[in-house]
């Protein structure tokens, strides 16, 4: 079946730093592709979503190129901040909208 | 996106009891659906709640154990039944507007069973 691996974590940075946390799926078909983030204590939120080949999604500074040929949807950020703190979840659909997540990534930035 | 609520947010049950949750949406929403996340975990689907019909479970996941009702199309409840310690997770609901909007969630149950 479907399925999406990410880097492991936790990854701790300090502010400003570069952010890249890695994304892979598995796919027989063609998915729509998510990055959602969970602040503590909150439920998810969608940080942003590419629905085809070579389209970039972006939001809050934070962007993922959704790449065919590799099968990845690798989640950056130029310079993060503190409350960037977060975990963060890659997620694909295709079909029938069943969300299929990556095991999570926690990130901390530290000031 | 829609505002989605969702009660209780947190509680704390004795086994063998059974708690329902309700997931309640601000704009009529064709998809809703219930997600479980177990501890330090990423989110597993538990089922599709439908509109004016029994829901679809996922793989691993009965009626018998999380009954689930959708009246409308605002509104979803999910029961855990005969809770066992193994049952505390976070429960959340998801919804979208049609087969092609993306899932936007609600901020969940925080669930513990002693």
């Known amino acids: 079946g479907d399925s999406v691996t990410q880097m492991e974590g936790p990854v701790t940075l300090s502010e400003e730093a570069f952010l890249t946390i890695n994304c892979t799926y598995t796919?027989?078909?063609?998915?729509?592709l998510f990055w959602y983030v969970q602040y503590p204590g909150e439920g998810l939120q969608l940080l942003l979503k590419?629905?085809?080949?070579?389209d970039k999604g972006s939001n809050k500074g934070f962007e993922a190129t959704y790449r065919k040929e590799t099968t990845s949807f690798h989640l950056e950020k130029g310079s993060v901040q503190v409350s960037d703190s977060a975990v963060y979840f890659c997620a694909l659909t295709q079909g029938a909208q069943k969300l299929v997540f990556g095991q999570g990534t926690r990130l901390t930035i530290n000031p | 996106s829609a505002v989605i609520s969702q009660k209780p947010s947190r509680d704390i049950c004795q086994r063998g009891t059974s708690l329902t949750i309700q997931c309640q949406v601000d704009s009529q929403v064709t998809m809703m659906f219930w997600y479980r996340q177990q501890p330090g975990q990423s989110l597993t689907l538990i089922a599709t709640a439908n509109q004016g019909s029994e829901a679809t479970y996922e793989s691993g996941f009965v009626i018998d154990k999380f009954p689930i009702s959708r009246p409308n199309l605002t509104f979803s409840t999910l029961t855990v039944s005969n809770m066992s310690p193994e049952d505390s997770s976070i429960y959340l609901c998801?919804?979208?507007?049609?087969?092609?909007?993306?899932?936007?969630f609600g901020d969940g149950t925080r669930l513990s069973i002693l």
């Open positions: 796919a027989t078909g063609y998915p729509s």
């Open positions: 998801s919804v979208a507007r049609t087969e092609n909007q993306p899932q936007h």
């Open positions: 590419a629905t085809k080949a070579d």
